[in-house]
């Protein structure tokens, strides 16, 4: 079992008073509760916190965490003799806690308390109330085209569960959904009855995705819109001019009206993403204005003839 | 463990609706804590008595956050109600940002 500083994650002493455990929480979790930081890692950090703060906020589950005595973060170690039974009125002294995490193992003890689990049942009572299982949250990332057409998605998670030993113990399990067209970047999924096993006969927690599509080389994702830079020439720009671009579904042709400026946005209707109960999202294509990177003797020629019979002040506005 | 079977799936948006039993299975929230922040305008329902009460299915996540918001920072009722106005912006603000920054030449 490696062992986790709960203390020093919560930047609090051993000797910490009940109140400076709750502010320290606090402080730390309005800094990095994903809902409102910004900060790197917030999740993970927000995650750890709260475990030690579940821990530390419990008189007896901090009594239990302080007899395992001082190691450091990370350290392999082994409960002193005793441990187990010390806390345990259910007979706990032959539970394998090898390979369990810190967390898991005290968690194991708020369910032991509620009746769930053998063992580590600090009020001594085994009732056996149904109890739904957790609820779990996991990222799915998906490219353009797998959003766009649909997609098969196998998630390798890892859940805690509660095994015959009456122990919670992560556990590897592998989801299979079917991802219709109509998801996008932040799309929320809901997958009934794949959360955590339920306590009890109590039915599952429910498994939430939330939908991240990785970066598409050409086209950019708002909601069900997909955005393309389209680069057209000057001359295009000022003399119109019928021009192809891509889409999810191959080319087409694309009208750019004489007096175009760059910026402009072009709709191409019902080409952008499926939504799940409605039309389709839209392309939009947004001129660039682009000059020859190298231009040749003739070109310059001409763009000086231009120059001389042209009038055309831009910047009028800030003489 | 290998799930073989594939599991549908429930978008959580607008263009679904959730009943008022699920919504407190998929909230946590009692029923008299749900009223509480019908009440405050968190969260809007559809429907003309509290039974018959219909919800976007975009407004259960919503309602889990401010389960956990509660519970994180010992909340009331009218302090959840305002963090979650305030989160909702913050959504739409960034939901503006990504569809402008779409919009920017590279």
Known sequence: MKYKDYYALLGVERTASEDDIKKAYRKLARKYHPDVSKEKDAEEKFKAMAEAYQTLSDKEKRAAYDQLGRHQPGEDFRPPPGWETQFSRGGADDIDLSGIDLGDLFESLSHGRRGGARGFSGAGHHETFAMPGQDFEATANLSLEDAYRGTELNLDLSMPEMTPDGMVRRVP?????????????????????KGGAGFNGGPPGDLYLNIKLTAHPRFRVSGHDLYLELP?????AVLGA???VPTMEGRVALNIRPGSK??????????????PHGHAGDLYCVLNIV?????????????????????FNPREHLA | MTDTNITPLQFLDDSTRIALEDMLAMSGFSLRELIDLVEHGAI????????????????TFIARRAAGLRTE??????????????LERIDELERRMRELE????R
């Open chain 1, 173 to 193: 399990r592998t989801v299979r959904v079917r991802v219709p067209k109509g998801a996008t970047d932040g799309q929320r999924l809901r997958v009934r009855g």
């Open chain 1, 232 to 236: 057209i020439t000057p001359w295009e």
């Open chain 1, 242 to 244: 019928s021009v192809e």
């Open chain 1, 262 to 275: 760059a910026g402009q946005k072009l709709r191409i209707t019902g080409k952008g993403l499926a939504r």
């Open chain 1, 291 to 311: 000059l020859p990177a190298a231009p040749g003797d003739r070109e310059k020629a001409l763009y000086k003839e231009l120059a001389e019979a042209s009038s």
């Open chain 2, 44 to 59: 809007e329902p559809e429907g003309s008595s509290t039974e018959a009460w219909t919800f976007s299915a975009r407004t």
């Open chain 2, 73 to 86: 920072f010992s909340l009331d009722t009218s302090g959840t109600s305002l963090v979650l106005g305030l």
């Open chain 2, 102 to 105: 779409c919009q920017l030449l």
